[in-house]
């Protein structure tokens, strides 16, 4: 199985590799700061620019993935087919524990802007389930481009593998199971796109559901 890397916009790469900074440490004064921190528990350490290079790669980016939305009522409706929004292109910068960051760059008009940046532990183990992909016997035999699928409505995000000659579509729950929040996404490490809906129907229906019995 070989894992295909996306042909990334060069005005996203650059985007990225040039906004990174301003937007993780813009200063105050002498102190850095982010702009926005949000984070649940103990705040964790952010990485310096000088510990995202420490691995010495030419770029400062990598594991390049487009990224894609769904939205309830699409899950709810399909029919086996989904034409998510795309939303962008996610970025990591560092290569080792607590050294690492990854960020969100999106297309607005003619520019491109880095939107959003995370770190801590749960970046390292997105990174480390991106480079599990190619160890899966379940993806044997096939060329499939990762992309990121992400639910907003449902809180999940899935890795969408696609085979673009032999037409196959493939979901990788992230976290895998066991430690899939959503049971239903518990019981396999790979789904096809058709189980893979079938599965999160019925909770969009239900999400929708309860949307239309309360509020204004």
């Known amino acids: 199985m070989s894992i ?7 005005a996203a790469e650059e985007a ?4 990174l900074a301003d937007f993780v440490w813009p200063s105050q004064g002498d102190r850095p700061r982010t702009i926005t921190q949000e984070y649940v528990g103990e705040m964790p350490r952010i990485p310096s620019l000088s510990d995202l290079r420490q691995s010495g790669d030419a ?13 309830l009522r699409d899950v709810a409706d399909n029919a086996d087919v989904i034409s998510p929004r795309a939303a962008g292109w996610r ?38 389930a991106v480079r599990a992909l190619d160890q899966m016997t379940e993806l044997e035999g096939g060329k499939y481009e990762v992309r990121v699928l992400t639910v907003p409505g449902l809180n999940l995000e ?19 199971p066991p430690k899939q929040p959503i049971e239903e996404l518990n019981k396999y490490p790979v789904y096809t796109m058709t189980n893979f809906l079938a599965a999160i129907r019925p909770l969009a229906r239900q999400r929708l559901a309860a949307g239309s019995k309360y509020g204004g």
């Open 4 to 10: 295909l890397k996306p042909q990334v916009p060069a």
């Open 16 to 19: 990225f590799s040039t906004q």
């Open 158 to 176: 899935v890795f969408w593998l696609t085979d673009k000659q032999a037409g196959t579509d493939l979901a990788v729950p992230f976290p895998a």
């Open 59 to 71: 770029a400062l980016f990598h594991d390049a993935h487009h990224l894609y939305v769904l939205d």
């Open 91 to 128: 970025f990591f910068a560092g290569n080792s524990p607590g050294n690492i960051v990854m960020a969100t760059v999106k297309r607005k008009g003619d520019n491109w802007r880095m939107t959003s940046s995370h770190y801590g532990e749960r970046v390292w183990e997105m990174l480390e």
